[in-house]
């Protein structure tokens, strides 16, 4: 085993900031930063174009693209459209309940929650895992708070199990 020495500092590495921060991330995680940015752009212009929705009805989405879209998207792809949601109940302190999902970019420790709220239904136990189809209900100005959070006017709630990875992906 060798001592460690002591009577002189350990030798200094010159640190030099990168350029520019995305410099230093792999490119992959450099273009998730850009595409949030541009996210947040948008959001907070208050407009946004999204993909046609696929045909038919119900549309299975995420929780998070549904808020997306009935928040921001000008063109308004879910007016008169059935959506089916998949998430755990939970509740505010006026009554409303929401369907809720965790919202990862990189891991359990960055998520966030997209929420829904619940019209027409009633609620179940809070952090009951439900799959809700129903109607978006337009609300508030496109783009800002009063649009926050969407509704649903809910058809059908059907109980479910957890899925296995109970997050989505961002």
Known sequence: MVAARHDRPAPRLAARPPRHRAAALPAARA???QRGREDA???AQGVGTFPPLPSG???DLSVAAFTSRAVYDSDRSLK???VRLTGFVTHGDDGAWYIT??????C???ATTSKVELRGADAPATDAWVTVTGIWRPKGRLGSSAAWPP???AKEVRGVE????PYEQR
Request: glycine fraction near 4%; proline fraction near 7%; charge should be positive.
């Open 80 to 82: 008169g459209r059935t």
């Open 101 to 106: 999902r965790l919202l990862v970019s990189c």
């Open 57 to 59: 009805d119900p549309v």
């Open 162 to 165: 957890e899925p296995s990875n």
């Open 151 to 153: 509704l649903l006017d």
């Open 31 to 33: 273009r998730l930063l």
């Open 108 to 110: 359990a420790a960055d």
């Open 41 to 43: 752009r948008r959001a």
